[in-house]
């Protein structure tokens, strides 16, 4: 452990043991720098690292406080879908959302975009735009079918924070996580195979398991936890699952980060059943917490976890830049990206090296992870404020996506009709389900930075839920 993560976690146990009650001012920088012999840097970074964990603030001129604690939103129930393998549905509700393009009076608080806007992007246009500008004809030719080896290198530097040592070698680049999750699909799994997901589980995923006709297995799912082991053992012993595809780490929707010792006990599930797992990392960098957590993969020891993930949720997703470590399946892998996409673009991989070389790209997450999680809080108090009574929200630990759970009678592909013709458009939460469940929930990005006309939105979905919840209401009493 660093010197700086010592003296945040030293810090961090005073305020929960209330020795810094909320609102205290907590000793200067120099101050602590005298008291625990380090220097005036390593401070500021043990009180950065507490920012972005949300227990301190920085005041101008004042120094840091303890920040006061917020009430917790109930949280959405533990779920419980059909648990036995279905055909996937709801693609007509996917298309709706994918179609909808940014436009002048529509506000998007469904979709799954990161914040673009930030300056800590400006070096990463830069490369591009030297790449161009320059003439480099490297950026004009096909590359190796695994990728430029530059990005291969930083990216097997980047896995080393989430406990994973893979050479570059091993790493495969792709057109986005979504073809990293296609081309592990398709190396593992045929026609007709049932494949256990987390539920609700990503419109994405389930779309894949639908176009390559493989029967989804949803397993219920802890909105803290994650997906549950007990339930996920019984569907190994009954079913002939072929794969578990799930998303561990700032989990899309729910947000939750699945516990150590339950990675450790899905691998060792995976293994007795022979089981492969493909494991979505796509928000893994943008969790909350730093060090950020291990990936199941960090665990595997006879190579059936295929790791997959993007720079599309930490940077932009224009880039269509992801990845693959698919261990035991790379010659399989390999295959399915020769046939499916070939060579992925060569311009932004190069880019996309240069800045993660130049330091850039921890600078950025850094100044990410604080800010989703200040919008985090923000968001979920609005919701609490214009939502009706009884509003469950997930407490995301990373990544930008909040879960809501209305009344069991809702209907969001109503509310989202509604919602249209006001600006606002919402992602449904039957489209997280194979077999259309969570018809009562809704998904909102908070990526972006809030604003009061971001807040109106979220004052027009809450009023126009009571609106709706009023009416069904008068109707069943008539």
């Given at each position: 452990m660093t010197r700086y993560a010592r003296l945040a976690a030293i810090l961090s146990q005073r305020i929960?043991?209330?020795?810094?009650?909320?609102?205290?001012?907590?000793?200067?920088?120099?101050?602590l720098s005298q008291e625990h012999g380090v220097s005036i840097s390593t401070v500021q970074q043990a009180y950065r690292q507490l920012e972005e964990r949300q227990l301190v603030e920085a005041?101008?001129?004042?120094?840091?406080?303890?920040?006061?604690?917020?009430?917790?939103?109930?949280?959405?129930?533990?779920?419980a879908p059909v648990q036995r393998p279905v055909d996937i549905s709801q693609w007509e509700q996917v298309l709706e959302l994918i179609r909808s393009k940014p436009r002048a009076g529509l506000i998007q608080l469904g979709r799954g975009m990161p914040d673009i806007a930030e300056p800590t992007m400006k070096p990463l246009m830069k490369a591009l735009r030297d790449a161009a500008r320059h003439g480099d004809l490297r950026s004009l030719y096909y590359d190796s079918i695994q990728g430029v080896s530059a990005l291969r290198e930083q990216i097997a530097r980047l896995l080393l924070d989430s406990g994973c040592r893979i050479d570059a070698e091993q790493l495969m680049i792709t057109t986005g996580c979504q073809e990293a999750l296609s081309a592990g699909l398709r190396a593992v799994c045929r026609p007709g195979d049932i494949v256990a997901v987390d539920s609700p589980c990503f419109h994405g995923t389930m779309q894949t398991l639908k176009g390559l006709g493989i029967r989804a297995l949803e397993i219920p799912t802890d909105p803290l936890d994650g997906i549950s082991l007990a339930a996920l053992e019984m569907a190994l012993e009954q079913w002939p699952v072929k794969a578990i595809l799930l998303t561990p780490n700032c989990n899309n929707p729910l947000g939750y980060?699945?516990?150590?010792?339950?990675?450790?006990?899905?691998?060792?599930?995976?293994?007795?059943?022979?089981?492969?797992?493909?494991?979505?990392?796509?928000?893994?960098?943008?969790?909350?917490?730093?060090?950020?957590?291990?990936?199941?993969?960090?665990?595997?020891?006879?190579?059936?976890v295929l790791l997959c993930s993007s720079f599309s949720k930490t940077l932009a997703p224009g880039l269509r830049v992801g990845?693959?470590?698919?261990?035991?399946?790379?010659?399989?892998?390999?295959?399915?990206?020769?046939?499916?996409?070939?060579?992925?673009?060569?311009?932004?991989?190069?880019?996309?090296?240069?800045?993660?070389?130049?330091?850039?790209?921890?600078?950025?997450?850094?100044?990410?992870?604080?800010?989703?999680?200040?919008n985090r809080d923000r968001m979920t108090d609005w919701i609490m404020?214009?939502?009706?009574?009884?509003?469950?929200?997930?407490?995301?630990?990373?990544?930008?996506?909040?879960?809501?759970?209305?009344?069991?009678?809702?209907?969001?592909?109503?509310?989202?009709?509604?919602?249209?013709?006001?600006?606002?458009?919402?992602?449904?939460?039957?489209?997280?389900?194979?077999?259309?469940?969570?018809?009562?929930?809704?998904?909102?990005?908070?990526?972006?930075?809030?604003?009061?006309?971001?807040?109106?939105?979220?004052?027009?979905?809450?009023?126009?839920?009571?609106?709706?919840?009023?009416?069904?209401?008068?109707?069943?009493?008539?």
């Open positions: 929960e043991q209330g020795l810094y009650p909320a609102g205290d001012r907590l000793p200067s920088v120099r101050a005041r101008p001129k004042s120094g840091y406080f303890v920040r006061p604690r917020r009430a917790p939103a109930a949280l959405p129930a533990v779920t980060i699945m516990p150590e010792a339950n990675k450790r006990r899905l691998l060792t599930l995976a293994q007795r059943h022979d089981a492969a797992i493909i494991e979505d990392d796509v928000y893994g960098d943008i969790a909350y917490q730093y060090p950020r957590p291990r990936t199941i993969k960090s665990f595997d020891e006879d190579g059936r990845w693959i470590a698919p261990g035991r399946y790379l010659e399989r892998v390999l295959h399915m990206k020769y046939i499916g996409s070939g060579s992925t673009a060569t311009q932004p991989q190069l880019a996309i090296a240069d800045f993660i070389r130049h330091g850039h790209y921890l600078l950025h997450l850094r100044r990410m992870r604080a800010r989703y999680q200040q404020k214009y939502f009706p009574a009884g509003t469950r929200v997930s407490q995301p630990r990373g990544g930008f996506m909040l879960w809501i759970e209305l009344d069991e009678e809702f209907d969001t592909l109503r509310l989202n009709r509604y919602l249209e013709q006001q600006g606002v458009q919402i992602a449904v939460g039957s489209i997280f389900s194979a077999s259309g469940k969570y018809r009562n929930c809704l998904r909102i990005n908070y990526a972006a930075k809030l604003s009061a006309e971001i807040e109106q939105a979220v004052l027009r979905v809450g009023a126009t839920v009571q609106q709706l919840m009023a009416a069904d209401t008068l109707a069943r009493s008539d």
